[in-house]
């Protein structure tokens, strides 16, 4: 976990998105490359996307993170946890073939794609923390057995915590499949059963089983819902809506004290790539057109300095897209929450390149 001394702010290393051309820079100027050690298991955490989906980042900027790698003779693999929602990246083997599907295979980039929390997403450690939804965490194997992480993260908006970036993929990203159905919200979405036009297209996403139709309108069983929102993310009437109440406030504190667990005894670096910045996250399978100009990739020890900054970024050049995207929530509890939990720092110096 990074260090947060409160009289130097980290340091957050800008590449701007037309320069991406020069990746290679931005890994030699970070520190990533001189924290490798000899032999070391290097699990890359990202995202292989959904099938459908085109957010993710692409496999050719990952082959210069592979390279710098493989010169210091560690032994890199990428890495992802299974989804709780229903779609082919709830297990190990359809996971994989998305993966592939999308670039990321041993025969395109020569290192291994490992799912952290194995074929049914039920491998997990527990990890003392100090939080205060939890005591412990249930952090996937594949990533408590590595020796170091680098996080690689797309930063889009977030329909449950109003963006996503290298906190997110820490947090609900290193959790097991049971570990991700703790950090839910509780609370079921709210239906509006006047704007159902009772198309179905939300009951397939549920894993719990919780919706049906009834007389050509939906229905909600409160008692099996987990509060995942995918069946919001599906909805395009806005029959089914987030119920907005203390619970989508606990569900964003529940991600950083799991961001907290993943990274508490293992060393990590983050790269953030701010660009094909959609409203929703890389896990609803639908190509989503941006809504703000692309940014960067930004590179930084601390995971709360790389996501303030990225906001920042895209705040001062396309306006607040977030809270136009997800007016209800508030993008800076995971950032200040995770600040006063010591995960990082909200401060950071931007070092443009
Ligand atoms: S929010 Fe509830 S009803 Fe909707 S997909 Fe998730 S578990 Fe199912
Ligand atoms: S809630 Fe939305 S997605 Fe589900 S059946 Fe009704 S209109 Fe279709």
Known sequence: MAETNPD???EVI????????????????????????????LAIKMHFGERGGDGHVKPEFIRPFIRAA??????????????IYHGPRNNAVEHLMVAAEHGFSLNRLQIP????????????????????????????????????????????????TGFGGAIKNI???????????????????????????????CIPTCAQSALKLSDGKIELDKKLCAGCGECIIACHTAALSITWNEETKNVQERIVEYALGAVKD??????????????????TGIREKPIAA???????EDPVAIDAASLELVVQNSGDVF??????????????????IGLGSRKYKLVEL
């Open 8 to 10: 130097k702010a980290p």
């Open 14 to 41: 800008f590449l701007p998105w037309e320069k991406r051309d020069r990746l290679d820079s931005l890994i030699e100027r970070s520190a990533f490359p001189s924290s490798i050690s000899k032999g070391e298991y």
């Open 70 to 83: 493989k010169s210091k003779k560690a032994k890199p693999f990428l890495t992802d946890t299974c989804t």
């Open 113 to 160: 794609v490992i799912i952290a929390d194995g074929l049914l997403g039920d491998e997990h450690r527990e990890i003392p923390i100090p939080g205060k939804h939890f005591s412990k965490v249930k952090i996937a194997t594949g990533i408590t057995n590595a020796d170091r992480m680098l996080v690689i993260s797309h930063f889009k908006g977030h329909v449950l």
């Open 171 to 201: 947090g609900m990203g290193c959790g097991s499949r049971k570990g991700k159905f703790e950090m839910h919200s509780s609370a079921a979405p709210k239906v509006t059963s006047q704007k159902c036009v009772g198309c179905g297209m």
């Open 266 to 283: 293992i060393p990590a670096y983050y790269f953030n790539f701010v660009c094909h910045i959609t409203p929703n996250c890389d896990c």
């Open 294 to 300: 692309d940014v960067g990739i930004l590179a930084s």
């Open 323 to 340: 809270k136009k995207a997800h007016p209800e929530l508030d993008c800076s509890l995971q950032l200040e929450y995770a600040k006063k």
